[in-house]
């Protein structure tokens, strides 16, 4: 159990290079050449996604040990706990799967017990979801949160849903957890519960399945109530395939020491994760357990966020509404098979509905996606996907209105590829040298002009599909869940 004995004396380079080597042993049975080296390290191109610092909110520790969850696995962290020193506010959001997996029913039933107060912590095991494992696996998810329960208060009650701690797993589907394991480890979880960078890094990196990079972000933001009171926010979510939303989309967590209650804090998330986490996609998949959990403990102080309509509520959904995409958005470019990171803008739609609808569509097209890994402009195949979106009001596409154009990852000209229903004549040099780019931004114009005022708007992030986006599923010996 390297990360548990070398824990206290760890520093963040350490933690760094220790983080770097599990990805190089953990990961090199996958075949996932076209992100990673042979070896499975982290490539070059995604080292620059991995903080090497962070700004934390207060109250709230993380911690990230071995337990072996997969018997491959003999060194590296697979169980994280997210814990907050007080009890917090607490929302989340489900799969819709039928199968949801143990932890999802778990969670669910904890927060509807609480009505979202008084939440203490979150647990994670990556290396089996603990899904399709009938009421055997809805006894170890209650048997996980009750453990860390335990470790906050000697005599947890029993009850089903009574419990204080989220639960949620992430790895082979129809699998049983190996519980003795986990649960003999979880006060080692807890007691190397730590504010430090290296631990929510290491916790970040335990929830990880077939990513090739961990994924974290923090950052600090004011209220307009309380200028001078700086509040912080950190996230971390997994994911690289079975995306596609239907909300939640894959694992991942938000905490904030703001002062948001539960009535708030839920309605918060709701809006907050269709413009992010339910507005990516990398193979159209979702998941058993997909989970996103928001914490808030309030420890940094302030008069408690009461509406989403005051200053304050709207400040704290721009702020965690922007996070969450940045956060998301990092799934997509660690997706299965990935050689393009795309966003799809519509824009002049009659309804943000409509437009969220017409961009999901343009994003999980095989088309499409097989096209932009071809550096092939066929704007046909992005015309053909407006067409036949499904569930659109009516008139909400009108052919001669609506344009289409390739945007350049360094902003500069579009390059227009129809206008109003006629299409142009495409200067096909620059259109490759577009397509050569990783970044990409797909243009759609329902009106044939500017943004106008009344008008909706709505954004989907996606990546291609390559050869290796095929290959990538025969060389994972069983399905993962998100």
Not at 202 to 230: Q, V
Not at 238 to 266: C, E, R, S, Y
Not at 454 to 462: D, M, P
């Amino acid at each position: 159990m390297l990360f548990i004995a070398m824990r206290s004396t760890l520093s963040p380079n350490r933690a760094s290079h220790i983080i770097q080597r599990a990805y190089e042993v953990n990961f090199s049975h996958y075949i996932r050449n076209y992100s990673a080296p042979v070896a499975g390290a982290i490539p070059l191109s995604k080292q620059k996604y991995v903080p090497t610092s962070g700004t934390y909110p207060k109250g709230f520790l993380a911690s990230g040990i071995h337990v072996g969850v997969k018997p491959a696995n003999t060194q590296f962290p697979d169980l994280a706990l997210l814990a907050s020193e007080t009890p917090c506010s607490g929302a989340a959001v489900f799969t819709k799967n039928k199968f949801q997996a143990a932890p999802v029913t778990v969670s669910r039933q904890v927060l509807e017990h609480r009505s979202g107060e008084g939440i203490r912590a979150i647990i994670i095991n990556s290396g089996c979801a603990n899904a399709v494992t009938g009421k055997a696996g809805l006894d170890d998810a209650s048997a996980m949160g009750h453990a860390v329960d335990a470790c906050f208060n000697p005599a947890p009650s029993s009850t089903p849903g009574s419990g204080s701690t989220l639960v949620m797993s992430t790895g082979v589907i129809g699998q049983r957890l190996p519980i003795s394991k986990i649960l003999s480890a979880i006060p080692t979880a807890h007691s190397s519960l730590s504010a430090a960078h290296t631990d929510w890094l290491l916790a970040s990196r335990a929830i990880c399945t077939t990513d090739t990079f961990p994924k974290l972000l923090s950052r600090t933001f004011t209220l307009p109530s309380t200028p001078g009171t700086t509040y912080s926010l950190a996230g971390m979510t997994k994911g690289a395939g079975m995306i596609h939303p239907n909300m939640a989309t894959l694992l991942g967590m938000l905490f904030t020491d703001a002062p948001v209650p539960a009535k708030t804090l839920q309605p918060l998330l709701t809006h907050v994760v269709d413009r992010s986490f339910n507005a990516i996609s990398v193979d159209g998949d979702t998941s058993t357990n997909d989970t996103l959990a928001f914490l808030a403990n309030g420890a940094a102080g302030g008069e408690p966020v009461a509406s989403l309509d005051s200053a304050d509520g709207k400040a704290i959904t721009e702020v965690v509404a922007s996070f969450a995409q940045q956060l998301s958005q990092l799934v997509v470019r660690d997706g299965e098979g990935a050689t393009k990171f795309v966003r799809v803008r519509v824009i002049n739609a009659s309804s943000f509905p409509d437009a969220r609808k017409i961009a999901s569509t343009i994003a999980r097209s095989p088309l499409v996606k097989t096209a932009l890994y071809g550096k092939d402009a066929n704007w046909g195949r992005i015309l053909c996907a407006i067409g036949y979106t499904d569930g659109l009001s009516p008139g909400a596409v009108v052919p001669e209105k609506t344009s289409v154009s390739f945007v350049p990852a360094d902003r500069s000209e579009p390059l227009k590829l129809l206008v109003k229903g006629e299409p142009e004549t495409v200067d096909e040099r620059r259109a490759a040298k577009i397509l050569e780019d990783e970044d990409l931004e797909i243009l759609v114009d329902l009106a044939g002009g500017e943004l106008e005022e009344g008008r909706e708007e709505a954004s989907y992030w996606f990546c291609d599909f390559s050869h290796a986006s095929f290959r990538s599923c025969p060389s994972i010996a069983q399905s993962f869940a998100g």
